[in-house]
């Protein structure tokens, strides 16, 4: 503790702090905290290291962000791992739902490399490993099973790549192949693949599985190939020749449906009406052909052949000139032709002509698709809310609206039906605030606010007070009712000071801030002293 000892040792004089070292510091302390510039920054700064403590202390005990290190592993697997990872004394986390196990963000390339070194999770081997791990000098059967492991290895690993198949089994089985015809067996294969939770093979995946196996296969027919799940479901059956029509009479009725809903949405709205269609198709596949000619054909080619003997036989010794000569002609009035000549000369004529014809042909092929409309029906009910002063006639022109959307025809024998009732308000079970995502979030930042608040209370503002405090204490102890304390040193009998020379730094260093921030007490103290002086002088 300093204290004051009048100046001179006697009389009342200034008063002039003493103390030690630790006194002095405290004395320092205070006077740096009671700058103006200090005291308006003490609450940022408090305020500051205040979050920086609490984001410290969060990030301490928040665990570390975590990725995944394996999606994807079997049991076993997934055993072997983690005994790596514990032996490792890396934390994990396993997901319940998908199996992915993760690990914190700075952890997940040393894992990966314990992982691989240790040999835990091994690479499978391929095909091309199999067949070169064949050793030398093996026999033919040794040989075609390896050939024939490589080939369902190698087949095991391309169907592993469809999304959602975690595990595959391949099984080819081919026969010895035999010098007669008639006892070759055609080979067969059957697979049977796990899939994820949730998951499911469409038809076409289905499909693309067995023509890959029988394609990858000589001599393998796609019939052959068997497929079965983890549940013992055959997915290569035969399909129901009925599905594709319930799914194609499904697919209809949802886009009329769709139709009939934009059209009467604006008009009533999204509740106040429900429809409904049904739909009866023509799924009988119809190929008729025609062929027609036309009657009228044009000539394409005509041939005329003629030829004439005369009735006059000749007579005699053949050889000889005793011939009868041709009887003489005959005047007659008109151009003379060759059937006169001919009649004239009294022989025998024939004529033939050929006409070719020309004929149209016309054939006419016509497919009929299954999945023509052969019936439908639509039904439509309206709230009577909606509707509360509608007529026939504004039912009507509704009807005409649904007919005209749907493209009903009444030669089809199509029904459009159209009818306004009351309908009763479902109310929905509403879920509790405390089940909502909201209010979980509100909490999590209630607490974190709650949180801030507590430190700032706690912490930040009673430091606010000391440092405020500690001001207030050295305004009033330099503007007292007497004055201000000057540091003065004072001097024994011998002339020596009884202050080293820290302790007097220290005073000049207060006695300097004392009279920059109050300078008008300053000046009234030294001239109190001045005056003291002066009185003692006159006495003395």
């Known amino acids: ?163 959602g198949v975690e595990a595959v089994r391949v099984h080819i089985a081919k026969a010895e192949r035999s010098v007669f015809v008639r006892e070759d067996v055609a080979p067969s294969a059957s697979i049977m693949v796990r899939l994820a939770r949730g998951r499911q093979l469409t038809d076409g995946q289905v499909v693309a599985i067995t023509n890959l196996v029988a394609g990858s296969v000589p001599g393998l027919s796609i019939d052959a190939v068997k497929v079965v799940d983890q549940h013992g479901k055959l997915l290569t059956q035969a399909r129901d020749p009925h599905s594709g029509r319930i799914d194609l009479q499904a697919q209809m009725e949802a886009k009329l449906n769709s139709q009939v809903s934009q059209l009467l949405t604006p008009m009533f709205g999204a509740g106040a009406f429900t429809a409904q269609v049904q739909v009866e198709l023509d799924m009988n596949e119809v190929t008729s052909a025609r062929e027609s000619y036309d009657k009228d054909g044009t000539v394409r080619r005509e041939t005329t052949q003629q030829s004439q003997s005369s009735d006059v036989t000749a007579g005699g010794i053949p050889g000889v000139l005793a011939n009868t000569p041709p009887a003489e002609g005959e005047a007659r009035q008109g151009a003379p032709n060759d059937t006169q000549q001919g009649n004239t000369a009294g022989g025998i004529g024939e004529s033939s002509a050929t006409r070719v014809y020309e004929l149209g042909r016309e054939v006419l092929v016509s497919n009929l698709s299954p999945g023509s409309v052969k019936y439908l029906s639509v039904a439509v009910a309206i709230d009577q809310a909606a509707l509360a002063k509608a007529s026939a006639a504004d039912i009507n022109k509704v009807k005409e609206l649904v007919t005209a959307a749907v493209g009903a025809r009444e030669d089809r024998g199509d029904k459009v039906t159209v009818v306004m009732r009351p309908f009763e308000k479902i109310e929905a079970e509403e879920v509790p605030f405390y089940e909502t995502s909201w209010f979980a979030m509100a909490v999590r930042n209630g607490v974190a606010i709650l949180a801030v608040l507590l430190v700032l209370l706690l912490a930040v503002r009673p430091a606010i007070k000391a440092l405020r405090g500690m001001g207030v204490s050295d305004k009033t102890a330099g503007s007292s009712g007497e004055g201000v304390a000057l540091p003065i040193p004072t001097y024994d009998i011998e002339g020596t000071t009884s202050l080293n020379r820290e302790t007097l730094d220290g005073q000049i260093e207060l006695a300097q801030r004392v009279a920059r921030e109050n300078p008008d007490d300053a000046v009234l103290a030294l001239r109190r002293l001045l005056a003291e002086d002066a009185r003692a002088g006159a006495s003395a």
């Open 1 to 163: 503790m300093a204290s004051l000892v009048p100046a001179g040792g006697t009389g009342s004089g200034v008063a002039v702090p003493l103390g030690s070292g630790a006194g002095m510091f405290g004395e320092r302390l205070r006077s740096f905290a009671a700058q103006s510039a200090v005291r308006k920054a003490a609450p940022w700064f408090a305020g500051v290291a205040g979050m920086g403590l609490l984001a410290l202390t969060w990030a301490a005990l928040s665990p570390a962000p975590q990725r995944v290190l394996y999606s994807s592993l079997g049991d076993a697997e997934r055993a072997s791992v983690v005994t790596t990872l514990d032996k490792a004394g890396i934390s994990y986390t396993i997901d319940s739902s998908t199996g992915a196990l993760t690990v914190g963000e700075d952890d997940v390339y040393r894992a990966r490399m314990l992982v691989a070194s240790d040999g835990s999770l091994a690479a499978p081997e391929t095909g091309s490993d199999l067949i070169a791990s064949l050793p030398m000098g093996a026999s033919r059967t040794l040989e075609g099973d390896r050939l024939r492991a490589a080939q369902e290895r190698e087949l095991t690993m391309t169907i592993m790549e469809i999304v």
